[in-house]
């Protein structure tokens, strides 16, 4: 079992960067693909980025492409999404992601079974 908590959302210009935080805790957290995924008031949730158990492999939605950077410090059992150059666009909860699976099904929220409660973050214009 595997619980998460995210932080370091808030209200930003856009321009600017935030880094996200997960912090997990539970068994074997190193085995664990993990992702990140948003979701807009009245809107579905959408895939932003994951890491492979072993950080060697990354994956990013189109819109997060070059701006994102998804990283992993098992050691500390924590998973980082760096949000540089946001946009309105990105405005959303922002929730971190578990999956236990043989394979990486990375950006499908569906075949992730850990769930944080999600940070806020907010870029005006």
């Known amino acids: 079992q595997v619980q998460l908590v995210e932080s370091g959302g808030g209200l930003v210009p856009a321009g600017d960067s935030l880094r996200l935080s997960c912090a997990a805790s539970?068994?074997?957290?190193?085995?664990?693909?993990m992702g990140w995924f948003r979701q807009a008031p009245g809107k579905e949730r959408d895939f932003v980025a994951a890491?492979?158990?072993?950080?060697?492999?990354?994956y990013y939605s189109d819109s997060v492409k070059g701006r994102f950077t998804i990283s992993r410090d098992n050691a500390k059992n924590t998973v980082y999404l760096q949000m540089n150059r946001l946009e309105p666009g990105d405005t959303a909860v922002y929730y971190c992601?578990?999956?236990?699976?043989?394979?990486?099904?990375?950006?499908?929220?569906?075949?992730?079974?850990?769930w944080g409660q999600g940070t806020q973050v907010t870029v005006s214009s």
């Open positions: 992601a578990a999956q236990n699976s043989p394979r990486f099904v990375y950006d499908t929220d569906a075949y992730y079974a850990y």
């Open positions: 890491i492979s158990w072993s950080g060697r492999s990354t």
């Open positions: 539970g068994r074997s957290f190193s085995s664990y693909g």
